[in-house]
């Protein structure tokens, strides 16, 4: 009813609707009318209400609330299950609660900030308010849990695509689960999973993506490695458009894998990778080394060619990988 209402009030602005007329379009009476005008006002919409000649919608808030995002997405399937929040501690642990209660593949949360963002072994995740992307999606693959780092892979092509088309910026993907703008971390990628022995119940790929974070507000350690998509576009961002980019993309890839298998997926990954033909410095918990990124195969294992020309195969999950030759993520 919410989304009906913005609509109308939407497509007349900024000509005023009357209460009436709004009533009679959508078949409910002048009080429904006026109760839901409340509530779109108390979620930050700004709804003028003159005398005699209706409602004018003035101001839409930059939140990602789910009428904006329903609004612009254009998928069929992924996103329909979305829930939003102002504050949270992860919209991974958001998912997951919905995953174990049964949500629909392809649900969606969303959050203003996170207060306990994650990155990778326990690492912390800086989300402010307003100022970034953080969202998660629950799939319900058919891999073995072995192919759990394809989803990483997958989501990565569909976030670089979705961010570079934006004039001026050109990211790429760095394995396994960064993209990076100018050398700096733009967008990290988390993928965690349920599984049993030989199947997969869900995953859940968790996305930040730093939008409009003021250098003042980055903490001064990451103020070196860390860039917003807003330092480098050279055009406005809207949050909302750009995650219904992100899941239209999502869903479109996903649905090649279902269909065609992976090879698609790993030839537009190659393309937008920028460790491929690199030296790398790789970093587990038992071992570092140095060696050539040569390739990625259909498990998303990144195979390093080291020094004394033997071929290591690199999973996710357990390891940092570092540019051999600068310091940092700079690549
Ligand atoms: C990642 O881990 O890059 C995965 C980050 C995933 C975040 C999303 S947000 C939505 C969902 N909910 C969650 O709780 N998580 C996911 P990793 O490769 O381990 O990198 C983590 C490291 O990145 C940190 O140790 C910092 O050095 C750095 N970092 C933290 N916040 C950052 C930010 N906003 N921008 C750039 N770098 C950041």
Same mark, same amino acid.
């Given at each position: 009813?919410?989304g009906?209402?913005?609509?109308?009030?939407?497509?007349?602005?900024?000509?005023?609707?009357s209460?009436?007329?709004?009533?009679?379009?959508?078949?409910?009476?002048?009080?429904?009318?006026?109760?839901?005008?409340?509530?779109?006002?108390?979620?930050?919409?700004?709804?003028?209400?003159?005398?005699?000649?209706?409602?004018?919608?003035?101001?839409?808030?930059?939140?990602?609330?789910?009428?904006?995002?329903?609004?612009?997405?254009?998928?069929?399937?992924l996103g329909?299950?979305?829930?939003?929040?102002?504050?949270?501690?992860?919209?991974?642990?958001?998912?997951?609660?919905?995953a174990?209660?049964?949500?629909?593949?392809?649900?969606?949360?969303?959050?203003?900030?996170?207060?306990?963002?994650?990155?990778?072994?326990?690492?912390?995740?800086?989300?402010?308010?307003?100022?970034?992307?953080?969202?998660?999606v629950?799939?319900?693959?058919?891999?073995?849990?072995?192919?759990?780092?394809?989803?990483?892979?997958?989501?990565?092509?569909?976030?670089?695509?979705?961010?570079?088309?934006?004039?001026?910026?050109?990211?790429?993907?760095?394995?396994?689960? =960064? *993209?990076?703008? &100018? !050398?700096?971390? %733009? @967008?990290?990628?988390?993928?965690?999973?349920? /599984? #049993?022995?030989?199947?997969?119940?869900?995953?859940?790929?968790?996305?930040?993506?730093?939008?409009?974070?003021?250098?003042?507000?980055?903490?001064?350690e990451?103020?070196?490695s860390?860039?917003?998509l807003?330092?480098?576009?050279?055009?406005?961002?809207?949050?909302?458009?750009?995650?219904?980019?992100?899941?239209?993309?999502?869903?479109?890839?996903?649905?090649?894998?279902l269909?065609?298998?992976?090879?698609?997926?790993?030839?537009?990954?190659?393309?937008?990778?920028?460790?491929?033909?690199?030296?790398?410095?790789?970093?587990?918990?038992?071992?570092?080394?140095?060696?050539k990124?040569? =390739? *990625?195969?259909? &498990? !998303?294992?990144? %195979? @390093?060619?080291?020094?004394?020309?033997?071929? /290591? #195969?690199?999973?996710?999950?357990?390891?940092?990988?570092?540019?051999?030759?600068?310091?940092?993520?700079?690549?």
């Open positions: 009813m919410r009906k209402i913005l609509n109308i009030l939407r497509a007349s602005a900024p000509e005023p609707v209460g009436e007329e709004l009533a009679s379009k959508l078949g409910v009476s002048r009080t429904a009318i006026w109760k839901n005008i409340q509530a779109l006002k108390e979620e930050g919409y700004q709804i003028a209400a003159l005398t005699k000649k209706g409602y004018v919608l003035e101001n839409i808030p930059d939140k990602l609330l789910p009428v904006e995002i329903a609004q612009q997405l254009k998928t069929k399937w329909h299950e979305l829930h939003y929040v102002d504050s949270t501690g992860s919209t991974n642990a958001m998912c997951k609660t919905y174990n209660e049964g949500c629909t593949d392809g649900t969606v949360c969303v959050a203003e900030e996170q207060t306990g963002g994650r990155g990778r072994l326990s690492r912390g995740w800086f989300s402010p308010a307003g100022k970034g992307l953080w969202f998660s629950v799939l319900e693959p058919p891999f073995l849990p072995e192919e759990a780092p394809k989803c990483t892979l997958l989501a990565a092509v569909a976030v670089v695509k979705a961010v570079n088309s934006y004039k001026g910026v050109h990211a790429a993907i760095k394995w396994p689960n =960064d *993209i990076l703008l &100018d !050398g700096k971390k %733009l @967008v990290g990628i988390l993928t965690e999973m349920s /599984a #049993e022995f030989g199947h997969i119940n869900y995953v859940v790929i968790g996305t930040g993506i730093n939008v409009c974070v003021p250098k003042e507000m980055v903490p001064p990451l103020r070196d860390a860039i917003s807003a330092d480098k576009a050279k055009e406005p961002i809207n949050r909302v458009e750009l995650l219904a980019k992100v899941l239209a993309n999502l869903e479109e890839l996903y649905e090649i894998v269909k065609q298998g992976f090879k698609p997926i790993l030839a537009l990954w190659r393309n937008y990778s920028t460790t491929l033909g690199k030296m790398v410095k790789v970093i587990a918990p038992d071992t570092t080394y140095v060696g990124a040569l =390739d *990625i195969n259909e &498990d !998303g294992i990144l %195979l @390093v060619q080291k020094e004394d020309g033997t071929i /290591a #195969e690199v999973l996710a999950g357990d390891v940092s990988i570092r540019s051999a030759l600068g310091k940092g993520n700079k690549y």
